[in-house]
């Protein structure tokens, strides 16, 4: 089965709530494999670099991790930001995708007015 004929095939309202847990995983879905793939590395890219600041103090021996990286109250705007906002243009470019291949409607008047 093709890309899309597979797209096609499915339902395409579980894509979205899919992409709003996991970056590219509504993409995946849907049979987009790379651009899936794509959003995930970006996505756990922007985790990775920009909440390390956030969860560094997390491995500080002397707390339990899960207590620390629990508080609240240290994590800054800029570290949920990029991530949030990976997440937000993954869900717009799937629903643009569904727009580019949404199929035809049928033309059913042939030319006749009713």
Same mark, same amino acid.
């Given at each position: 089965?093709?890309?899309?004929?597979?797209?096609?095939?499915?339902?395409?309202?579980?894509?979205?709530?899919?992409?709003?847990?996991?970056?590219?995983?509504?993409?995946?879905?849907?049979?987009?494999?790379?651009?899936?793939?794509?959003?995930?590395? +970006?996505? &756990? @890219?922007?985790?990775?670099? #920009?909440?390390?600041?956030? *969860?560094?103090? =997390?491995?500080?021996?002397?707390? !339990?991790?899960?207590?620390?990286?629990?508080?609240?109250?240290?994590?800054?705007?800029?570290?949920?930001?990029?991530? +949030?906002? &990976? @997440?937000?243009?993954?869900? #717009?470019?799937?629903?643009? *995708?569904?727009? =580019?291949?949404?199929?035809?409607? !049928?033309?059913?008047?042939?030319?006749?007015?009713?």
């Amino acid at each position: 089965m093709t890309e899309t004929a597979l797209e096609l095939s499915r339902p395409r309202w579980p894509a979205y709530l899919l992409s709003a847990f996991v970056a590219g995983l509504g993409h995946c879905y849907l049979g987009q494999w790379k651009r899936g793939a794509s959003w995930f590395g +970006l996505y &756990v @890219l922007a985790l990775a670099f #920009l909440s390390a600041r956030t *969860l560094s103090g =997390a491995f500080d021996l002397s707390e !339990p991790f899960v207590i620390t990286a629990l508080q609240f109250e240290s994590v800054s705007y800029t570290d949920v930001a990029v991530p +949030l906002a &990976v @997440l937000v243009v993954c869900l #717009l470019d799937l629903y643009l *995708l569904g727009l =580019a291949n949404r199929p035809e409607p !049928p033309d059913d008047t042939n030319g006749v007015p009713k």
